[in-house]
């Protein structure tokens, strides 16, 4: 799958056997089972018109730029969501870089510059709720009149049904949040996990006998945080163990960091990117008076992880 970055170079090129694409326009953040049955009906329809399946996402999210302090968490990243697509038959993944010069493009620029003239849209697969362009002036009314002036046809996104509920990011964020991990592997199609590069950190968990892979957050802020039993995936293979998911209040921490204790593991992993999988909660995130006391926590976490674990190896 290809990644495009960037409107400069949003251009799919016409060729003897593909020409133009099928495009469908969203966050997709968790590419969950709402959006698995969005990209199946992309992917049929670009093999119909023999066009390539796209996926239009923004860096950041829009609500990221309007109102960034009351922005949901993210479900997952764009490597994640490129990662995730890829395996669902996605053609091109294009990443447009949403900022206030993006934002203040009228409604027809948007569709005729970047849809038609870049793109060479065929058909286009978007929430009846869809709003674009300045001001939010462009609806899929606006893009149902322009398809059929400009040569491409448009279908709305039907709401994916789980037991009469709707699937959306935000369900899974609501489930999250209630530590209810079950609900939200059934409404992702998988178990709710973090991926990211192993960084270097104060080497502290060490220091108390508890070594730690840590993963800087960055400016994504987590749908969870407390301590974990977690399934760590790299390249050294599957393996156990306990993480905890927040700012660190004992060591005085501001920025949310993911640290995690493999169990019976002494691989290098810095520079690596891990893939951290939670299984159960243990506890929320607290702050304790002092080390001593942070590090019989931390024992007992371990021995609790270890036999939550022990049935699942």
Not at 24 to 51: M, P, R, W, Y
Not at 235 to 247: C, E, L, P, R
């Amino acid at each position: 799958m290809q990644l495009t970055r960037g409107i400069h170079n949003m251009h799919i090129s016409d060729d003897k056997n593909r020409q133009g694409c099928v495009l469908t326009i969203g966050n997709f953040d968790g590419v969950h089972l709402g959006h698995q049955q969005v990209i199946s009906a992309l992917v049929k329809k670009a093999k119909e018109l023999n066009c390539e399946a796209a996926v239009l996402v923004f860096e950041p999210q829009p609500q990221e730029l309007f109102s960034p302090e009351t922005a949901p968490a993210r479900l997952c990243r764009l490597r994640d969501k490129y990662a995730l697509l890829k395996n669902l038959g996605v053609d091109r993944l294009i990443c447009i870089n949403f900022n206030k010069k993006f934002a203040s493009l009228s409604a027809e620029t948007f569709i005729e510059e970047l849809l038609v003239k870049r793109l060479a849209i065929k058909h286009l697969i978007v929430g009846d709720d869809f709003r674009f362009g300045k001001n939010r002036q462009g609806n899929f009314s606006m893009l149902n009149m322009a398809g059929e002036k400009l040569g491409f046809s448009v279908t709305d996104t039907t709401s994916h049904k789980l037991a009469g509920c709707r699937i959306s990011s935000t369900a899974i964020r609501e489930t999250l949040e209630q530590d209810d991990l079950a609900g939200a592997e059934t409404m992702l199609g998988r178990a709710y996990s973090i991926i990211g590069k192993v960084f270097h950190g104060d080497k502290r968990g060490r220091e108390m006998g508890f070594p730690t892979a840590n993963i800087r957050l960055k400016r994504r802020v987590s749908p969870v945080a407390g301590v974990y039993a977690v399934q760590v995936k790299s390249q050294f293979g599957k393996h156990f163990g306990v993480a905890n998911i927040g700012s660190r209040p004992t060591v005085a921490g501001i920025r949310q960091q993911l640290e995690v204790h493999i169990f019976d593991f002494d691989n290098n992993l810095y520079g690596a990117v891990i893939e951290v999988v939670m299984l159960k909660k243990l506890r929320s995130e607290q702050k304790f008076s002092s080390l001593t006391e942070l590090t019989q926590q931390i024992t007992i976490d371990t021995e609790q992880a270890r036999t939550f674990v022990q049935n699942l190896a």
